[in-house]
């Protein structure tokens, strides 16, 4: 089925019910109804149809968030095509990697990009170029205005391709997650269910980015699916957020979001009275945030993980009766999500012991876009797709990430898990956090380095830190050098970018090389 239909059929009956109502931005006194939703997507949605594109065409799209963008978003899946949403903090190089790679027949930009982004769509061959600002403005607007708000889904098979995701890149070329209507609903279905939402009574705070797919599918797709109201912000403040708090009942964001929420006095247990579940992902939520946000609100985060290749993956229990909220873990595979762990051969691992996290279900998208050859080492000969975290299962089932294969640190032979080192240090006094890295060391291969960030007012001596830590774990894990800073570099989803910080520390241990 058209991912759409399924998700059209969850409006629910009063269509002149509020769906979305803007909280920021030109606009608010409006609020979009089902019923606009329905509409304005059909307009869209007949707009492409009038271009006459081959089926499935790649419509990439970079622009602000707006409702609009998420219209544009449901009239692509609904005209049959395939949504290709792209960053906007990325530049013209990116742009023209992405043009290229994916080959869109539409782009879709705002309008002050128009001039720069249209010359290199028109270069590589794509025929129509569209403009979508975050004040309902644009052509994209002005030529849908002319179509009839009535359209009939295109038919779709689960298989069918519905969006290419590309993946963060924080190494490497980014390359394109192809997934399937099928995936998409799957996982969106499993979610609305497993998160126990509520039709008719939850209303979602929706304030992360729709260009990924914690903002795009997580959060838009259950609010949908369950006819629920979204809070629209596009873009996350934290004082406006506390303050629609008490209308609210889930909140989605990632772990940076929460620790800026925390610095916002108005965030109270009355605040929270209404919630009923605050969901965090995309990135390692500190134990410490998790301890200080359950002190001030009442509530228990809930973790999950996913990625752009499977949508989401783990998560922490909602019901009570399937077992608390574990800080530090990301709790169990989600229904139809199967998950296991394997070492560097491939072989199965006991209960506990660390490798590669594997998984299979009917979320796991086909593979990367025309990139078979990636595909293809990317999945195992039985048909599991190593996903490149590095984690463990305890016997109570739980899942705990450890890291990224590719941060993997191994020093003079010894592998060492930077996650855990970061554990340690960040509980040591005055660390409010840190990044653990392997840079290239003359004896060692790698060497370990740790860039920390202290608590404000804490004056902290790197010495100091470094021997406390091998007072707790082995000498070998214990970073050689330590860097102090102000902030860790971030994306926008709030991954810590080790690249750049191995970049930057990359001469740490030059001096000792020999000549
Ligand atoms: P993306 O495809 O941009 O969503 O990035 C996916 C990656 O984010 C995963 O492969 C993990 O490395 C990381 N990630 C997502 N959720 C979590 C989480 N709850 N804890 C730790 N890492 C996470």
């Not at 009923?276 to 509530?299: K, Q, V, Y």
């Not at 709790?331 to 998984?359: H, K």
């Not at 240090?425 to 409010?432: C, I």
């Amino acid at each position: 089925m058209n991912l759409f239909t399924a998700l059209r059929k969850a409006f629910p009956e009063d269509l002149d019910a509020c769906a979305i109502e803007p909280c920021d931005g030109p606009d608010t006194s409006h609020c979009y109804t089902w019923r606009d939703l329905d509409g304005a997507s059909a307009r869209i949605a007949n707009l492409l149809d009038s271009l006459d594109l081959p089926p499935a065409s790649r419509v990439a799209v970079q622009v602000e968030k707006s409702v609009e963008a998420l219209l544009l978003y449901l009239a692509v899946l609904r005209a049959g095509h395939v949504f290709l949403p792209l960053n906007t903090a990325y530049q013209a190089a990116e742009i023209e990697y992405f043009i290229g790679n994916a080959e869109p027949a539409v782009v879709v930009c705002s309008g002050r990009n128009f001039g720069w982004v249209s010359r290199l769509a028109f270069q590589r061959g794509t025929t129509h170029v569209f403009t979508l600002n975050d004040d309902r403005t644009g052509t994209l607007l002005d030529r849908a205005a002319f179509q009839a708000d009535e359209h009939t889904p295109a038919p779709k098979s689960p298989d069918d391709l519905a969006a290419i995701l590309y993946t963060s890149g924080t190494t490497g070329r980014s390359k394109g997650a192809m997934l399937s209507h099928g995936n998409l609903l799957s996982n969106a279905e499993t979610l609305k269910d497993y998160w126990g939402w509520q039709p008719g009574r939850d209303v979602l705070i929706h304030a992360l980015p729709i260009f990924h797919v914690h903002g795009l599918f997580v959060a838009s797709h259950a609010a949908l699916l369950a006819g629920s109201r979204m809070l629209w912000f596009s873009r996350f403040d934290p004082k406006a957020v506390v303050r629609r708090l008490p209308e609210a009942t889930v909140f989605m964001g990632v772990p940076t979001l929460y620790v800026r929420l925390l610095g916002e006095a108005g965030l109270t247990r009355e605040a929270c009275r209404h919630m009923r579940l605050f969901i965090s992902g995309s990135a390692p939520l500190l134990i410490e945030t998790f301890n200080d946000w359950r002190e001030r609100t009442g509530h228990t985060i809930l973790e999950r993980y996913g990625m752009s290749e499977t949508v989401m993956l783990t998560s922490n229990p909602y019901r009570p009766e399937d077992g608390e909220r574990r800080g530090g873990t990301v709790g169990f595979p989600l229904p139809g999500v199967s998950l296991r762990i394997r070492g560097d051969q491939g072989q199965a691992l006991a209960e506990g012991e660390i490798g590669g996290i594997e998984v299979r279900g009917p979320n796991v998208f086909a593979g990367y876009w025309r990139m078979p050859e990636k595909t293809k080492e990317e999945f195992t000969a039985d048909g599991w797709f190593k996903t490149g975290d590095v984690g463990k299962v305890d016997a109570d089932g739980y899942v705990t990430i450890v890291g990224r294969s590719k941060d993997l640190i191994i020093t003079g032979g010894y592998n060492v898990y930077p996650a855990e080192v970061e554990g340690y240090l960040n509980e040591l006094p005055g660390v409010a956090e840190s990044a653990v890295i392997g840079v290239p060391h003359p004896d060692f291969g790698e060497g370990v380095v740790a860039v920390v960030v202290a608590r404000p007012g804490a004056s902290i001596d790197a010495r100091g830190l470094m021997d406390s830590l091998k007072t707790k774990i082995a000498a070998f894990k214990v970073p050689k050098q330590l860097f102090l800073v102000e902030e860790l570099p971030r994306n926008t989803m709030g991954k810590v970018q080790k690249n750049l910080l191995r970049e930057r520390h990359e001469g740490a241990f030059k001096a000792l090389g020999r000549s």
